[in-house]
């Protein structure tokens, strides 16, 4: 099993900054990649960002060049720099780790309990 705990949503005013955190703890596995999912009320829920164990990341087309995500040289350990925050970036973030437990076994996808990033303008 492991076990995946988002910190650092708050809330905001229109312009501001929030980074948020991530870490994916458990034993015996590897990350193939992680990322941070959004939902807002009413709203399915939708990929923000993610990247992989190799570095490769990609984003949302509404948050491209105010947001960046970033890991620790763990892999496990994930962050959301979210700059220049806008009302419509209030939502639930989501984070999951996606992990495998053998090197060539399926990869598993573990989800956070979700933080909520309020701004307001």
């Known amino acids: 099993q492991v076990q995946v705990v988002e910190s650092g949503g708050g809330s905001v005013q229109s312009g501001g900054s929030l980074r948020l955190s991530c870490a994916a703890s458990g034993s015996r596995f590897s990350v193939n990649a992680m990322g941070w999912h959004r939902q807002a009320p009413g709203k399915q829920r939708e990929l923000v960002a993610v990247?992989?164990?190799?570095?490769?990341?990609n984003y949302a087309d509404s948050v491209k060049g105010r947001f960046t995500i970033s890991t620790d040289n763990s892999k496990s350990t994930v962050y959301l720099q979210m700059e220049s925050l806008k009302p419509e970036d209030t939502a639930v973030y989501y984070c999951?780790?996606?992990?495998?437990?053998?090197?060539?076994?399926?990869?598993?996808?573990?989800w956070g309990q979700g933080t909520q990033v309020s701004v307001s303008s």
């Open positions: 999951n780790a996606d992990v495998t437990f053998k090197e060539t076994g399926p990869t598993f996808r573990y």
């Open positions: 990247i992989t164990a190799a570095g490769w990341t």
